[in-house]
Nanobody, 123 residues
Framework: EVQLVESGGGLVQTGGSLRLSCAVSGDVVDDYSMGWFRQAPGKEREGVACISSSGASTYVADSVKGRFTISSNNVKKAVYLQIHSLKSEDTAVYYC????????????????WGQGTLVTVSS
């Protein structure tokens, strides 16, 4: 019943910006956090950023801190990832997910996943 749908990915040049969106349909546990994860070619899926259910607290991975910002809109039931200064190593499929802890932003504890949206950064 619950569905997460990502959008906003595409082909961008190094240094460019992108805004990813995740739309939530159906009912997710009210106090669950939302997050963004990515999987680059040949690598394991990793946590990028997570946000608490209220939107008041966030976690951002050191590798993207200062360039990526996570935010949410509970009325619209959506979560966003604003990306700036894209680098070639940011190339990956980006997934939206829901889980119990924003501060434990790892793939293994997430319970609901979207299909992903591809971000390709040309160098």
């Amino acid at each position: 019943e619950v569905q997460l749908v990502e959008s906003g990915g595409g082909l961008v040049q190094t240094g460019g910006s992108l805004r990813l969106s995740c739309a939530v349909s159906g009912d997710v546990v009210d106090d669950y956090s939302m997050g963004w994860f990515r999987q680059a070619p040949g690598k394991e899926r990793e946590g990028v950023a997570c946000i608490s259910s209220s939107g008041a607290s966030t976690y951002v991975a050191d590798s993207v801190k200062g360039r990526f910002t996570i935010s949410s809109n509970n009325v619209k039931k959506a979560v966003y990832l604003q990306i700036h200064s894209l680098k070639s190593e940011d190339t990956a499929v980006y997934y939206c997910a829901a889980g119990p802890y924003y501060y434990h932003c790892v793939p293994d504890v997430q319970e609901i996943w979207g299909q992903g949206t591809l971000v390709t950064v040309s160098s």
